[in-house]
């Protein structure tokens, strides 16, 4: 069984950063991608961001594109997110995944594990 914890989100200004991360265990972590999703209230999942096995490759949903990044450290079974220059409407629970196969995909149905999410606030 896979568990995955969030951690790292929080209240931040408008135009603030914010590092969210998230440790796996319970399976090879290095052999699976990893990617991020986020839900506002009212509103269905959205992708955010996906990395492969490796590392060298990544991929973002247009509306975080150019601010965040997605990076892991397989040593630590960790992925990270670096979100800069924040906005309002980035306000959600952010999700992290664990992929179902090396590569990573925008798609939810690509994912097979699920953390319980971090809450980030950005205010305006």
């Known amino acids: 069984q896979v568990q995955l914890v969030e951690s790292g989100g929080g209240l931040v200004q408008a135009g603030g950063s914010l590092r969210l991360s998230c440790a796996a265990s319970g399976r090879t972590f290095s052999r699976y991608s990893m990617g991020w999703f986020r839900q506002a209230p009212g509103k269905g999942r959205e992708f955010v961001a996906t990395i492969n096995w490796s590392g060298e490759s990544t991929y973002y949903g247009e509306s975080v594109r150019g601010r965040f990044t997605i990076s892991r450290d397989n040593a630590k079974n960790t992925v990270y997110l670096q979100m800069n220059s924040l906005k309002p409407e980035d306000t959600a629970n952010y999700y992290c995944?664990?992929?179902?196969?090396?590569?990573?995909?925008?798609?939810?149905?690509?994912?097979?594990?699920w953390g319980q999410g971090t809450q980030v606030t950005v205010s305006s």
């Open positions: 995944a664990a992929g179902k196969y090396d590569y990573g995909t925008a798609f939810a149905a690509g994912y097979g594990y």
